[in-house]
């Protein structure tokens, strides 16, 4: 996997990883998540396309300022990446709340994407994990302290170990303990608080693009899903797909929601096809905000 870069931008310290060559694929991680997220599909995918895979602002090892968490906040941070890299078009990639960035950024710059693959996404109904509904609630910040202290993180390590070798779903339950050992850090916390309360309630999700998606017609559109999704069930996919004219739908048995993660292959694979057989749209039309 490419190794972190690491640029200036608006003041503010951005890491990011940046391979291969060719056309490019902007992939956008979800909560609490990093570009560390997509280290097993990055290899294959940068042998024939330039992938760019950013920490998001209060994620990983970019800065983490005080400041604003939204998804409109956070296309224009990507579209500004974008610029400064040199990238003018992109195939844009979310996973989680990565999806309801990508949704987001095409909304807002709608000139930038050429496709729009959603991976076990947010952004599409207000269905959630109980977890993270409780976690958006009032309080949170003096909860999170107590139940992610860095003993209980290495106890969690350790367990990640232990389901490896017993072979009982490892890469998901890997993935969750890399999220939950990222929260033992106060300013990736306060980060944290800050993106879930600008999407969650204690209701559940509380922003929705899905009466909003005909907006999006003529772009190239792929859902990945994994029928055992236990954080944004797979019904979302199909509600998307139905909404989405002329998207596709692949949804991948026994994966939860990380099917980049548990069947990386299968998933480049489904990139590497969706991005081959279909063509980006040559007259864009005027970038439209939805308030998401």
Known sequence: MSELTYLELHGD?????????GHALLLIHGMAGSSATWRAIIPQL????RVIAP?????????????????GAFAVFLRDLLDELGVDRATVIGQSLGGGIAMQFVHQHRDYCERLALIGSGG????????LRMLSAPGAEFVLPVVAPQPVLNLGNKLGSWLTSAGIQAPRAGQMW???????DARTRQAFLRTLRSVVDYRGQSVSALNKLHLTAGLPAVLIWGDHDRII????????????????LEVLEGIGHFPHVEAPAAVADILENFIATTAAPTNTNSPVHLGM
Do not use: C, F, N, T
């Open 178 to 184: 890399h999220a939950y050992s990222s929260l033992s």
């Open 55 to 71: 920490d998001l602002l209060g994620h990983g090892m970019s800065a983490k300022p005080r400041g604003d968490y939204s998804l």
């Open 46 to 49: 940068s042998k024939k396309y």
């Open 233 to 248: 069930p797979v019904a979302h996919a199909y509600a998307a797909h139905d909404a989405l004219e002329g998207s596709r």
């Open 124 to 131: 599409l109904g207000p269905d959630l994990s109980p977890v």
């Open 13 to 21: 310290r951005i890491a990011y990883r940046d391979a291969g060559h």
